[in-house]
C-alpha cells in the first residue's frame, strides 16, 4: 500500500530552526508537496519538490531525496505564528496525491 | 474575497437530517475537489470533478452526494449520515486535475460537520 509517514507533533522554541521529516512508499513519483495548516483554517502551500536537493524560500525550505523517499520541511528563525499543523503530500504515477496525517508544530517563547 | 468560499462554516445535524454543504472558486479554476479531514489522519479525497465531470469517486457511501453545476460551484448534499461522518470536510480547487502547476490545491477553510 501507499504510505506517508511524518511526526505527529513537535515543539520548538521561538527564534530556533525545526526540520520536519517525511518519508514516503507511493507507487512513482511525481513530486512532494508541503502544506500549512493553522488550526480552524485552510491548508495553504507552501513548496513543491519533484528533484532532488533543497528548494529555499524565505524562512522555509524544502528538501528531497528520491532513492531514499525521504523529505524535510525546514523552518528557520522561528516565529509564534509558525504553530501549525504541516502536510506533507505525494504524487503518484497516476497523479494521486497521498497525504500525511500532518505534523503539528508548537512554538514556545 | 477569498479564492475558494466554503458554507456553513460550521453544522450540526441530526442522523435523519438532509442539509447541503456548499462551495464556490473565484479563481477560474477547472478541478474542484471535496476532501474530508479526521483529527490525526491525512486528508481523504472523496470526490473530484474536472470541467464540471466526476473523474473520481474514492468509495464514498451513497449518503454523501456530490453536486457540480458548473466549474465554479461545488456542493455536497448530507442524507442520514452517521456520527462517524462528523468531520471537517474541506473543497479545493486546481487549474485542472492533474499535473498542472505542479498540482497545487487551493483549499477553502471547511465546513466542521457535527452528526448527533
Known amino acids: 500500500g501507499q504510505n506517508i509517514d511524518q511526526p505527529t507533533e513537535m515543539t520548538a522554541t521561538e527564534g530556533a530552526i525545526v526540520q520536519i521529516n517525511c518519508t514516503y512508499q507511493?507507487?512513482?513519483?511525481?513530486?512532494l508537496f508541503w502544506y500549512q495548516q493553522h488550526a480552524g483554517e485552510a491548508p495553504t502551500f507552501l513548496s513543491y519538490?519533484?528533484l532532488d536537493g533543497l528548494e529555499e524560500k524565505g524562512r522555509f525550505s524544502s528538501f528531497l531525496s528520491r532513492s531514499k523517499g525521504y523529505s524535510y520541511l525546514l523552518l528557520k528563525e522561528l516565529q509564534m505564528k509558525d504553530s501549525a499543523s504541516y502536510l506533507c503530500a505525494v504524487t503518484d504515477s497516476n497523479y494521486q496525491l497521498i497525504w500525511g496525517a500532518g505534523t503539528k508544530l508548537i512554538i514556545k517563547p | 474575497e477569498t479564492g475558494v468560499t466554503q458554507t456553513p462554516r460550521h453544522l450540526v445535524m441530526g442522523m435523519t437530517n438532509k442539509k447541503s454543504l456548499k462551495c464556490e472558486q473565484h479563481l477560474g479554476h477547472n478541478a474542484m475537489y471535496w476532501y474530508k479531514q479526521s483529527a490525526k489522519k491525512p486528508l481523504e479525497l472523496m470526490f473530484v470533478y474536472n470541467f464540471k465531470e466526476q473523474t473520481e469517486n474514492n468509495s464514498v457511501p451513497s449518503r454523501f452526494s456530490p453536486e457540480c453545476p458548473n466549474s465554479s460551484h461545488l456542493f455536497l448534499h448530507l442524507h442520514t449520515l452517521q456520527p462517524e461522518d462528523s468531520a471537517l470536510y474541506l473543497c479545493?480547487?486546481?487549474?485542472?486535475?492533474?499535473?498542472?502547476?505542479?498540482?497545487?490545491?487551493?483549499f477553502g477553510e471547511g465546513s466542521r460537520l457535527t452528526v448527533l
Open positions: 479545493a480547487s486546481s487549474p485542472s486535475g492533474t499535473g498542472d502547476n505542479g498540482g497545487e490545491l487551493f
Open positions: 519538490n519533484v
Open positions: 507511493t507507487s512513482g513519483f511525481n513530486g
